[in-house]
């Protein structure tokens, strides 16, 4: 009975992690970014040792010219700010991926490097893992963002923090209003050249 209750604890865990509906692609810090959000809503208990990793799901043709229908690649991510994949999910985390030439995304795009090239769909696919704070059972949630789920010169809303003071009029807790976690808007994207190599 102990084990069956520590497992439905654990499926019920993923369910208050969340993805934003769509991914965006815009410039952050002069670069060429992929990026998406996520977030843990419950606060009284932390995921511990939360790792994130991306996949990019496409066909695509070998430099012998052999066509892999179903070819799965890595992407390159890391929590705004971390090093790695490794996140710190105390409140909503952008993730990045950064665009040049050695990203599996490169190909994906047009030669002017303005929009996405749409007549090669593709799939990217998001997975978090971390260990349950008050169970010590690893949890996984997923999603994935296919190609017309990329908004293209676009940027997440900021999300505004809350900070209630206490009944004793000193400083209380500090939330995240999610109002605008899945919201974006349209940003100016400018023709940039994409650099072989990564840059921080």
Known sequence: MLVLLKISR????TATLIFS???????????????FRVADLRSKSTLLQATIRAQLISSRVTLEG????????ELEVSGDGEKGNNLLLLWPTTVI????????????IKEDNIT?????PFEII????????STSLVTQARTSYLSSEILWGHRFKSL??????????SEGSTFIDYTNFHDT???DMPSIRLTPEWSY
């Open 97 to 108: 991926h950064k665009i040049n030439q050695n990203s599996p995304l490169h190909r994906f």
């Open 21 to 35: 509906r769509n991914a965006v692609i815009c410039q952050r810090d002069g670069q060429l970014c992929f990026m």
């Open 160 to 169: 505004t923090p809350i900070r209630y003071s206490s009944k004793s009029g």
């Open 66 to 73: 052999e066509e892999v229908p179903i070819s799965q690649e």
């Open 116 to 120: 996405l090239k749409m007549t090669n």
């Open 126 to 133: 998001v997975i978090l893992e971390g260990i349950v704070e």
């Open 10 to 13: 654990a499926k019920k865990r």
């Open 185 to 187: 808007y349209a940003v």
